[in-house]
Structure formats: structure tokens, C-alpha cells
């Protein structure tokens, strides 16, 4: 009794001790999620997701894996006993939420102001230097979440010059752009292929599809990346859907 005892702590221990290879698939509502940086913050191995959306790296039990992706929210899991034992671990991920489009100040009735150039350029350089340490991150076992204010002393001065060029202010009406040329400019043909599954001659018919869809003017009219991405998502299933019913 004793030995069986003692043969079966040594196998719980074997389980925590010595690393194993995981293998898994990340996707994100059931599209596979290919280039995701698979990071086990204990070791510090690195991996990446290939175009199905698989990867595999060495873990134990209790390591944390951290994945990383451009267009969607950090998520970090830790490895249990029964995810050693599985054969294929699936891992989902959330979009980021979106970002925000313009400035508004509402606690000067008698002003109005509006995004300039420089403010956005602002805006561009705290969301890049937000999305550089957050992928820097993961690395630090000590520290995963990241704080980061605005620089309020560069907007302050940002505000100071727009209250007093207001009298100068012109409004400019945004150039209009259709669904199908913002979709281009939006994601490479890489994105089209590998990640919605097109055919290189069925890119131009499934966004020809996407514009009759009169809810495709509102998005281009939005104009964000995540909407976009959301709208193709929707589209692509009925698209599949449509060419399949035709066969």
C-alpha cells in the first residue's frame, strides 16, 4: 500500500515538475487567429501562431501562457494538469475595444473645439507607445498590467493654441469613401486568404457583396479598424454560405 502510495505522489509531483509540449489553436469567433505571440512567462519561451492558427510550446503545470495579437485584448491562462493531458488546447480571444475617434470638451459651452492634426498625433503616439509596452510586457513575470496616463502638459498646450486660433477654425468635411477601398486599405490580401479563407478571384466579388449591404456605408463611414474587421467577419459567414447553396 505504502509503495502504491508512493509510486503515485512521484507521477503528481513528474506532472508539475517536467515540461511537456502544448499543443494548441487561438481563434476568435471560430476564425482561427494566425501571427499571435504564444509567450510562457516562466521560461520565457517564445512561439507564434502559424495560418491555421496552431501553435506548440514546452510548458508544465502552473506555468502562465500570455498570448499577445495587434487587434485583440492580452489574455494569459495557466496551465492545469488536465491541459497537459489535452490533445489540442483551444484558446479565445476578444477584440480590443475601440478606440476613440476625436476629442470633446463639453465644460465650455461657449467654444467648440476640434481635433487638429497635432492632437491626433498625440492620441497616435500614446496608443503606439501603449501597444509597444504591452507587448514588451508579458515578458515581466513581475508586472503584466500597464498603467499609462496622457501627456497632459503637451495637450494642455494643444488646447491653449486651439482657444485662441477659434475665430481661424474650419470645418472640413471628411472625403468619402466607399466600403470596398477602405477594406483594401484596412488589411493586406493575406488577410483575405488566409484568415476569411477566400480564393484570390473571389476577394473583389465578396467585397462587391459586402457594399450591397447598405450597412456597409455606416462602417465606411466610421471608418474603424475593428468595425471593419466585425462587418467582414459577418459578411464572409454568409458569403460561404451563399456560394455553397449555388454549388
Known sequence: MKVKLLISLLFFISQFSFSQTIKGKVIFNNYVIPNVEVINANSKILT?????????????????????S???ELKKIT?????????VLIVELSLKAEELNEVLITNAPAIKLTATVEVEQVKRD????????????????????????????????????LLKKEKEEVKKALPEIDFATLAKNSYDQKFYLETLKLQADEIDLFLQFCEADPKSKTIAAINNRL????????KNTEFKKLASSKK
Open 48 to 68: 507564434v501562431t502559424d495560418s491555421n492558427g496552431v501553435f506548440s510550446i514546452a510548458a508544465k503545470a502552473n506555468d502562465i501562457l500570455v498570448f499577445v
Open 70 to 72: 495587434k487587434e485583440h
Open 79 to 87: 496551465i492545469t494538469p488536465e491541459m497537459t493531458r489535452s490533445k
Open 126 to 161: 500614446e496608443i503606439t507607445a501603449d501597444r509597444a509596452e504591452k507587448k514588451l510586457k508579458p515578458l515581466m513575470i513581475d508586472d503584466l498590467n500597464i498603467n499609462k496616463g496622457l501627456n497632459m502638459i503637451r495637450i494642455g498646450g494643444l488646447l491653449a493654441t
Open 227 to 234: 468595425s471593419t474587421m466585425d462587418f467582414l467577419f459577418v
